[in-house]
C-alpha cells in the first residue's frame, strides 16, 4: 500500500440475516480523501452467492442495519453530512427510507422487538445547556462541572457524567406510507447519570435487559450487570449479581436464559481485570450467578458483534487464537464446540438466520469479506478487497515461532519486500498490552513494507490470543518479560538474509509506545525510532488518563519503587536514538503529557526528535481519525524513516530553499545546526 491507498480500503461492519436466511446485509465503509470524511451505505449480498453485492441506500453515512424478525423492514443507522447517526426504516420490498429519530447528539444501533413493531436503542441525553442544546452558548461558555466521581470521561467520547446514555423505545409509525403522518416520539426508558447500554427485548416483549453500574460500589470497580426493565420504565431489576463485567445480552428463545460475554469475576475489588478474559456466559433471566460456557482462562471473545449472538440452540463467537480469531459454535446445553472458520483469518462481525451463519472474515490481504456457512460448508459471498488486491501492493506475512533466552515460545510474523534484499526493518510493538497482531489487512505494515521496509512483529508475552497466563506474566514486570520477548523475536528475525541486521528501527503505539520507549532507553542499536501515543509516565498518567484510577495499579503495582523501575519516561534520560513522538492532542487515553514530556526530555539533550501532534483527534487516531489525518500520520512517519532508515523505495530529497524576491539570502545552518533544506519524501 501507498498512504493514498487508504481510499481503496474497504470495511464491512457487522451483517444482518434476513429471517428466511437468503439475503445478508451489511454496511461497508471507506475513506473519502477529497471530502476528509468516512462514507458508508448498505449492500444486499444474497447468501447462496447466485449474484454480486449491490448497494441498497446511498446515504452519507449508514450502518448497522438489522432485519425485523417479520423480514418486511430494515433498521439502520444513517448520518447525515455533518450531522449525527440516526435510526432509518427502509421497507424490504422497496421504497423510501424514512428517518425515525432527531436525538440532539445521535442515536445508537436499533434493536428489534419480536413482534417487529417497536425498536429499541440508547442514546446519549445531553445536560440542558450544554453540547449546543442553548443557541448561542458554545463548549467554551458553558457553566463549569462539579466532578466527584472517578469515572467521569471516556476517550474519544468526552465527559459522560453531563450526557449519559440512556435506553429508548420507539414505535413504528402506523402508516409508513404516509409521510405526513407525526412520527411517534421515542419513550425514553431508563434514567440517572449511569451509563445504559447493549439493550436487548424479552422474547415476549414484555421486557428489556441492559447493561449497567447501579451497584453501590460502582464508581471504583469495573463490574457491569444486567438489569431488567418494563417498555414503560417500570420494574427495574438487577439480574446479575456477580463480580463480573457483562456485555451484550441476548435472550434465549424461551426467554428463561440470557447469554452474556462477560469476564465472570474481577476478584474482590473488582478490579482485577490485567488478562481476565471475555467468555460467552448463561444466567438465569430470573436473576442468578454467571455460567462460563467457555473457560476464560483459555478462551478470549475476539469478535465485534455488539452483542451475543445466539441461533439454533448455540452461541456463535469469534475466540483469539495465535494471531487469528476463530468462530466456535458453542451449544447452550454444554455440548462440545465446534470450529466454523479456522486458519489464518480473523472473523469480525457474525450474524445468524434461517439456518445460515454470515460472518465478515478478514485475512492479510482484505480487510473482510462476508462468508456464508451452512450444514453443506463455506462460501465466499464478496470481494470488497479486490480494488486494493488489484494494484500489487498487498503484501503476505510469513509466520514463524522463536524460543526466547528462557525457552519461551514467542509467536510472530514478518513481512518482507519483493527483491532479495537486504532490506532495512521495522521492529513495530502493538498496543494493549492484552491485544495482539495476527491475520488481517493492517494498514501500516502494509504501507511500510511497499515502501521498502521488512516489517517484524511479535506478539510477547503480556499479549492476547495465547491463555490468561500469557497475558499475565508482565502483571508486576512491564518492560521485563514482553522486552525480552520482542528482542528475542527481532533477532531470529534478523537471521534472514533478505533482512539487513545493520539497519534496523522500532515504532509502536501506546503500550507500543511505552515498550519502544523502554527499548530506547536500554540499547543505541536501533537507527531510530518513532513512539506513537505511549504510555510513558505511570505517576501522571493517574490523573490524567480515563483509566489511569485504575490501570497502573492493576498491571505495575502500587510500590514507587517498582514503579519507577517499570516507568518508560524514568529513564528516557538514556536514550539518544532519534525518535519521532507522535501524539493526538484529545488523547484522554494516554494523554498528550506523556508525549510532551519525553519530547522535551530529548529536545533539551540535544538528541533528534520531533513531535508531531494531531488536532481534534483522540487515542484512536491511527484506525478511526480523520481520513487526511491517518493520511497525514503515515505520510510523516515514512518521512520520518526516509531521513534514518532510507532505501531505494522511500528516499529523502533535499531541495535547497531559494530567497524570495527582495529578501536577503538564508544563512547556511540555522541556530539549532541543522542543514537549512525542505526535505521531501518520494515513494516509489
Known amino acids: 500500500m501507498r498512504p493514498t491507498d487508504l481510499a481503496l480500503l474497504r470495511t464491512p461492519g457487522v451483517p444482518t440475516v434476513s429471517p428466511d436466511g437468503r439475503m445478508a446485509v451489511v454496511a461497508v465503509a471507506r475513506l473519502d480523501l477529497d471530502t476528509d470524511e468516512y462514507r458508508s451505505r448498505l449492500w444486499a449480498v444474497p447468501t447462496d452467492a447466485s449474484a454480486p453485492a449491490r448497494p441498497i441506500t446511498e446515504g452519507h453515512r449508514d450502518s448497522a442495519p438489522v432485519f425485523s424478525p417479520d423480514g418486511r423492514w430494515l433498521a439502520y443507522l444513517g448520518a447525515e453530512p455533518g450531522g449525527k447517526p440516526q435510526i432509518w426504516l427502509l421497507p424490504t420490498a422497496g421504497g423510501t427510507p424514512r428517518r425515525l429519530t432527531d436525538h440532539h447528539l445521535g442515536a445508537g444501533a436499533p434493536v428489534w422487538s419480536p413482534d417487529s413493531r417497536r425498536l429499541a ?167 442468578g450467578r454467571l455460567e462460563p460456557l467457555l473457560d476464560p482462562e483459555q478462551h478470549h471473545r475476539g469478535d465485534t458483534s455488539p452483542s451475543t449472538v445466539v441461533a439454533d440452540g448455540a452461541v456463535l463467537v469469534g475466540v483469539r487464537r495465535r494471531g487469528a480469531v476463530e468462530l466456535l459454535r458453542v451449544p447452550v446445553d454444554g455440548g462440545p464446540s465446534e470450529i466454523l472458520v479456522e486458519g489464518p483469518f480473523t472473523v469480525g462481525g457474525v450474524a445468524a438466520g434461517g439456518g445460515v451463519v454470515v460472518a465478515v472474515v478478514a485475512h492479510d490481504r482484505s480487510a473482510g469479506e462476508l462468508v456464508a456457512i451452512t450444514s453443506s460448508g463455506r462460501r465466499l459471498l464478496t470481494g470488497f478487497g479486490r480494488a486494493l488486491g488489484a494494484t500489487g501492493r498487498v503484501h503476505r506475512m510469513e509466520e514463524r515461532t522463536i524460543r526466547g533466552a528462557d525457552g519461551y515460545p514467542v509467536h510472530g510474523w514478518v513481512t518482507v519486500p519483493p527483491g532479495p534484499g537486504p532490506h532495512p526493518v521495522l521492529l513495530t510493538i502493538h498496543g494493549g498490552p492484552f491485544d495482539q497482531y495476527g491475520w488481517t489487512l493492517f494498514d501500516e505494515t502494509q504501507t511500510y513494507v511497499t515502501a521498502g521496509y521488512a516489517v517484524v512483529q511479535c506478539n510477547p508475552r503480556g499479549s492476547a490470543g495465547y491463555g490468561a497466563a500469557h497475558g499475565r506474566a508482565v502483571r508486576g514486570a512491564f518492560g521485563g518479560p514482553d522486552a525480552d520477548d520482542v528482542t528475542a523475536f527481532l533477532d531470529a528475525a534478523l537471521e534472514d538474509p533478505r533482512l539487513d541486521a545493520g539497519r534496523v528501527g522500532v515504532m509502536g503505539g501506546s503500550y507500543g509506545g511505552y515498550l519502544t520507549t523502554v527499548l530506547l532507553s536500554r540499547t543505541s542499536r536501533f537507527v531510530a525510532a518513532v513512539a506513537e501515543r505511549g504510555f510513558l509516565d505511570p505517576v501522571s498518567f493517574v490523573g490524567s488518563s480515563d483509566i489511569g484510577w485504575m490501570f497502573p495499579d492493576q498491571y505495575l503495582g502500587t510500590d514507587p519503587g517498582r514503579i519507577a523501575e517499570q516507568s518508560a519516561l524514568a529513564h528516557a534520560h538514556r536514550i539518544t536514538t532519534p525518535t519521532l513522538v507522535v501524539h493526538s492532542e484529545e488523547d484522554w487515553r494516554c494523554p498528550v503529557e506523556q508525549g510532551q514530556r519525553l519530547y522535551v526530555e530529548l529536545k533539551r539533550r540535544g538528541v533528534p526528535t520531533a513531535l508531531l501532534l494531531f488536532p481534534g483527534e483522540g487515542h484512536e487516531l491511527s484506525r478511526s481519525g480523520r481520513p487526511r489525518h491517518r493520511l497525514a500520520r503515515l505520510e510523516h512517519v515514512l518521512r520520518w524513516w526516509a531521513r534514518w532508515l532510507p532505501n531505494p523505495a522511500n528516499r529523502e530529497e533535499r531541495v535547497e530553499v531559494e530567497a524570495a524576491p527582495g529578501e536577503a539570502p538564508a544563512p547556511e545552518e540555522p541556530a539549532d545546526g541543522e542543514p537549512l533544506s525542505v526535505r521531501a519524501t518520494r515513494v516509489r
Open 121 to 287: 436503542y440508547t442514546a446519549r441525553v445531553p445536560e440542558a445547556g450544554r453540547y449546543g442544546t442553548a443557541e448561542g452558548v458554545g463548549p467554551g461558555a458553558e457553566p463549569p462541572r462539579l466532578i466527584t466521581t472517578l469515572q467521569y470521561r471516556l476517550d474519544d467520547v468526552g465527559f459522560t457524567l453531563d450526557r449519559p446514555s440512556q435506553v429508548f423505545v420507539l414505535d413504528l409509525p402506523a402508516d409508513f406510507t404516509d409521510d405526513t403522518t407525526p412520527l411517534p416520539s421515542p419513550v425514553q426508558v431508563t434514567t440517572g447519570a449511569v451509563d445504559s447500554t447493549d439493550v436487548t427485548w424479552r422474547p415476549d416483549g414484555a421486557e428489556l435487559a441492559f447493561v449497567s453500574a447501579l451497584h453501590e460500589r460502582a464508581d471504583r470497580d469495573l463490574v457491569r450487570d444486567v438489569y431488567g426493565i418494563a417498555p414503560d420504565g417500570s420494574g427495574l431489576r438487577r439480574i446479575t449479581g456477580s463480580r463480573g463485567s457483562c456485555a451484550g445480552p441476548a435472550f434465549g428463545p424461551d426467554g428463561g436464559s440470557i447469554y452474556v460475554t462477560a469476564v465472570p469475576d474481577l476478584g474482590p475489588e473488582g478490579l482485577d481485570f490485567v488478562a481476565r478474559q471475555a467468555v460467552p456466559c448463561r444466567v438465569d433471566a430470573a436473576g
